[in-house]
């Protein structure tokens, strides 16, 4: 069985087949998956398609869980994206169960990873992340059912950072050098182009579409000073021009600084 894993191995090395390396010290935390292109400088870019936790053709040895058909697109076991050749299916580590890590990953100078870590059970991370400047790019999801999705890039010292950290939360789009997409907490969504800035949401179920920061649990903003939306009864603890809400039966706006009912 041991001489018969290491020839599968050998076999989608020479095919293309990608793995999905499983990490006890890091690049993260224990019981993390990622897709990672190896060490600064090298410039190969890798595909990879794969669902931690379900092992190739629903097998449980680890020798058939190793490594995914070689050749073949979309692997037995593996959800697989067109590129994914000879993809694989690891059995889950603790905290990572049932993660799916998928995507295109290139670096050249700095650090550069599509990963599931910490208590991601059931984390989607997906997309394609190349480093040409120093800090590199990183697509991650690190909480329960964590959504982390897009295009990770920097060309300067920056790092470019898709993040979705909180359970159930979403970060996707497009994060370019060293502006982050980040959506912190539980339901939160963050989502847009962060090219001059970063796109954050920090509050339960808080939405921020664009550059800028929602703050505001239960809230929408467009921007970091456009129209911020507030989705239950009563005006915002801070106020802020562009403020829209319900107190009773009237709504509100905030303008020039003067609370106005409509």
Known sequence: MRGKAC???????RRGAQVL?????????????????GPAGASAGRCFGGIAGIPRKGRSSAANALAGTAGRTGATGA??????????????????TGA???????????????????????????????????GGAEIRATAQGAFAQGYAYTAAAGFARILASGRG???RGF??????????ADGA?????????????????????GPGTNALADS?????????????????????NGDIWRAGAFVYIRSNGISVQI
């Open 189 to 209: 969504i963050a989502l847009g182009y962060a090219s001059t800035a970063a796109i954050e949401a920090t509050a339960a179920n808080a939405v921020q579409f």
């Open 175 to 184: 994060a370019y050098n060293a502006n982050g997409i980040t959506a912190s």
């Open 220 to 240: 929408v903003q467009i921007g970091g000073a456009g129209i911020r939306l507030k989705g239950t009864s009563g005006a915002p603890g801070v106020l802020q």
């Open 21 to 37: 390396r499983r990490f006890r010290n890091g690049p993260g935390e224990p019981g993390s998956y990622a897709l990672s292109p």
């Open 7 to 13: 020839t599968q191995r050998r076999t989608c090395a």
């Open 79 to 96: 959800t697989g994206a067109t590129g994914a050749t000879g993809a694989t299916g690891m059995t889950g580590a603790t905290g990572a």
């Open 169 to 171: 939360a979403m970060a």
């Open 100 to 134: 799916f890590v998928q995507g295109y990953v290139a670096n050249y100078y700095g650090v550069t990873n599509i990963i599931a870590s910490g208590d991601a059970r059931g984390a989607f991370v997906q997309g394609a992340a190349r480093g040409y400047g120093a």
